[in-house]
């Protein structure tokens, strides 16, 4: 990438790729005095960065655990797409995937089996074949995901599929009845397992929601925009779409994170003005015959 932008005409050593282990390159960059802002995205790093980076302006965007509120006059096709789309896409791993589905308990059973209809179409394989479904990046990252599915199955939840895991490659998973005291409820899996958790009011859902460490996007389904607006008012997340999956949006849109899911705010003019320091010239003129030439 570097490469290209020299190609482009870029000036040498205005952008740089320096590359090697976290442990020897990383705080040494972080606390360089000639570093005036650090732009980041990944997980706990950023907040190992955070504490280390004394008085550096930040930009961090971290993980997410985002959520999705469905309403009991919602569109149960256009969610059951947008579930996929938002939580399997990129494998889930997406700080914007979905990764909890918060749906009245009145309708849960007529979206499960609108979402289970569409995992069966997902394909799974190697990314050379185009397959929407890959393996995770790392087998210690399988291992979590398969400790997180075991957890929630020995305390109750439901696999809508069978589980299965080859290597670092796990199958899609729609995991139902996930309850709050399961570790899948809170922890985020960044791979392909989704949780379902059946609820008996929008406040319920909203609780949910905040109670978690995260506070990246949301989403909320109901042909009412009024009333998600109000519930969009009460989610303590930074960006709440309405009848959508999250999605990071166009470049100029805000894009940001709150409580564990970041620090500062992404898109074109306020990454411009995060990467840029206020300076002020003040004139104080000595008498009234002073003149400026």
């Not at 590359?19 to 005036?36: E, P």
């Not at 398969?146 to 439901?158: F, P, S, Y």
Request: charge should be negative; glycine fraction near 8%.
């Amino acid at each position: 990438m570097v490469h290209c932008f020299h190609l482009a005409g870029f000036p040498k050593g205005l952008i740089s790729c320096i590359t090697g282990k976290r442990s020897q390159i990383g705080d040494f960059l972080i606390r360089h005095r000639g570093v005036n802002c650090i732009s980041f995205t990944g997980g706990d790093t950023g907040n190992s960065i955070s504490m280390k980076a004394c008085l550096i302006p930040l930009q961090i965007e971290l993980g997410g655990k985002d959520a999705c509120i469905v309403l009991e006059d919602a569109d149960l096709d256009l969610v059951a797409s947008n579930i996929i789309k938002g939580g399997f896409s990129y494998c889930g791993r997406r700080g914007t995937a979905v990764k909890v589905v918060l749906v009245m308990e009145s309708i849960a059973d007529a979206l499960v089996e609108r979402v289970k209809e569409k995992v069966a179409k997902l394909t799974v394989g190697p990314p050379e074949n185009d397959c929407d479904i890959t393996p995770v990046v790392s087998e210690s990252s399988a291992n979590f995901i398969e400790d997180l599915i075991i957890d929630a199955r020995e305390k109750g939840a439901t696999l809508c599929q069978e589980y299965r895991r080859e290597g670092n490659l796990i199958w899609p998973l729609l995991l139902d009845n996930v309850r709050p005291d399961m570790r899948i409820a809170w922890e985020e899996p960044f791979g392909p397992v989704l949780s379902v958790i059946r609820i008996n009011s929008v406040e319920e859902g909203i609780n949910h929601c905040n109670a978690s460490n995260f506070g990246l996007q949301c989403c909320v389904f109901t042909k009412d925009v009024n009333n998600a607006i109000l519930i969009s008012d009460a989610m303590e997340t930074a960006t709440v779409q309405i009848n959508s999956a999250p999605a990071r949006g166009l470049d100029h849109f805000p894009f940001q994170g709150i409580k564990d899911s970041g620090i500062g705010s992404q898109g074109i003019t306020n990454s411009i003005n995060m990467m840029t320091k206020e300076k002020t010239t003040v004139i104080n003129l000595p008498s009234p015959s002073y003149t400026m030439g």
